[in-house]
């Protein structure tokens, strides 16, 4: 790693990753980098394009076709596949239950984390997912896991949903979460899993800007001096 700065945070779904990255991409002047969005929009793509998702080859074939894009906005950020803007699509129920399981094939892994590892050459970056402080970038100055109760998280989303107007099941969207974290930090390739260098920060029953306050304490503790 040369002199750029990469902030790493990872932790299971619902957890405040992609919130919190956001903000301190703001304070800190870095481009976040979505690495769930990315395995997000292979999942949309190849549901859409009837291709079958438990196939490698086929998926890997399909992912060289897709160019991943984001685009700043005032209030986070777009996503655009080949230039069609899906920040919307990849967010749909389906891509969710699917996408860890094409999340979970090498060859998908091997080709996303060559495109995010070159981001974090162009840019100084926070990037968020499940593998970014062990695999991605292992030499990230600081190393954030979040965490919250199972609960809290799915509260957070049954929030977000109804926010939106999507209505939702609470014991669904509970039982979905603890699958998608079980599957995630099973899996064979770079599963879900603290860094060893990695600082925990437990949430639960935080507010947004808790959790800011505490990781920029962390943040400047360790690039600051
Ligand atoms: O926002 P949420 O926590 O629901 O999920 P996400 O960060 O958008 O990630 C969606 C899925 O992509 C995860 O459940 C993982 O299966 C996969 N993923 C991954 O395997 N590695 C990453 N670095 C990021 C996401
Ligand atoms: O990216 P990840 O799936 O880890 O989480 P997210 O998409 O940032 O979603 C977390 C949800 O919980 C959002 O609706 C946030 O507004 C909310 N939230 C949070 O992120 N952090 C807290 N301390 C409290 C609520």
């Known amino acids: ?19 919190i990255a956001k903000l301190l991409a703001d304070k800190y002047h ?12 292979l999942t949309y793509l190849a549901l859409k394009n009837n291709i079958n ?15 991943i894009t984001f685009k700043r906005k005032q209030d986070g950020q777009d996503v655009f596949a080949n230039g069609e803007n899906i920040t919307d699509k990849i967010r749909q129920h389906n891509v969710t239950n699917n996408v860890s399981i094409v ?22 970056v926070v990037m968020d997912g499940r593998d970014i402080g062990t695999v991605v970038l292992p030499n990230a100055d600081v190393k954030i896991f979040l ?39 099973n899996r064979k390739e770079s599963p879900l899993k603290q860094a060893e260098d990695a600082i925990c920060v437990d ?18 503790k360790k690039i600051k001096n």
Request: proline share 2%; glycine share 4%; net charge negative.
């Open 203 to 220: 949430t639960t029953g935080l507010s947004i800007s808790e959790v800011v306050n505490k990781c920029m304490e962390l943040i400047n």
């Open 30 to 41: 870095l481009v976040y980098v979505d690495t769930g969005a990315m395995y997000r929009t």
């Open 103 to 124: 999340s979970s094939f090498p060859k998908v892994r091997e080709e996303l984390v060559r495109r995010q590892q070159a981001l974090a050459e162009k840019s100084d």
């Open 147 to 185: 965490i919250a109760s199972v609960e809290e998280r799915a509260e957070r989303r049954y929030l977000e949903n109804q926010q939106k107007g999507i209505e939702t099941d609470f014991a669904r969207l509970k039982e979905e979460i603890v699958a998608r974290d079980e599957y995630d930090s």
């Open 53 to 67: 998702i438990d196939n490698e080859r086929d998926l890997t074939a399909l992912l060289k076709e897709i160019k």
């Open 1 to 19: 790693k040369d002199n750029r700065i990469q902030i790493a945070i990872d932790g299971p779904a619902s957890s405040g990753k992609s919130t």
